[in-house]
């Protein structure tokens, strides 16, 4: 940053005391609000993958608890994501979408099934992933749901 004689900077128009340089405004200017991801997942090492690969490549605020967890978790924080371990229930991840989007996240299931859609419209919006997944597929869908989601 350029610093003129007169403590004028390049970049700000004036100079706060105890912030000659001005990098406590730039700062704020420059940060962002990271989007929040919850993991609810069965198998604890499959939900501590998924919070590794979207923290390095998203740099995305992730939190995990067990899928049985899901509905306390999303009254006590909010998530602009929601990704979750598909149960073999179609009626139940039905359920899970509806309540998911009725918190304004946007839920991406994890699955083994065949096909847990079963043509459902709640899940119409709901992004699925098979399991075994590839990390670079589960980033492209966080960062897919992300924009769609309201906050």
Do not use: W
Request: aromatic fraction near 8%; glycine fraction near 4%.
């Amino acid at each position: 940053m350029f610093h003129s004689a007169d403590g004028m900077s390049f970049l700000n128009d004036s100079v706060k005391p105890g912030d000659p340089y001005g990098l406590f405004k730039e700062a704020k200017a420059m940060s962002c609000q990271p989007f929040r991801v919850l993991v609810a997942e069965k198998q604890l090492l499959i939900a501590m993958e998924v919070e590794a690969i979207l923290a390095d490549a998203l740099g995305c605020v992730v939190n995990v608890c067990p899928r049985y967890d899901l509905e306390a978790e999303l009254a006590t924080a909010r998530y602009d994501v929601v990704v979750l371990d598909a149960a073999p229930s179609i009626n139940r991840n039905a359920e899970y979408a509806n309540l998911i989007q009725e918190h304004g996240a946007v839920p991406i299931f994890l699955t083994s099934y065949d096909d847990i859609s079963g043509n459902l419209p709640q899940l119409r919006h709901s992004i699925v992933i098979a399991k075994p997944f590839d990390d670079k597929i589960i980033i492209e869908a966080v960062r897919q749901a992300s924009s769609r989601s309201p906050a």
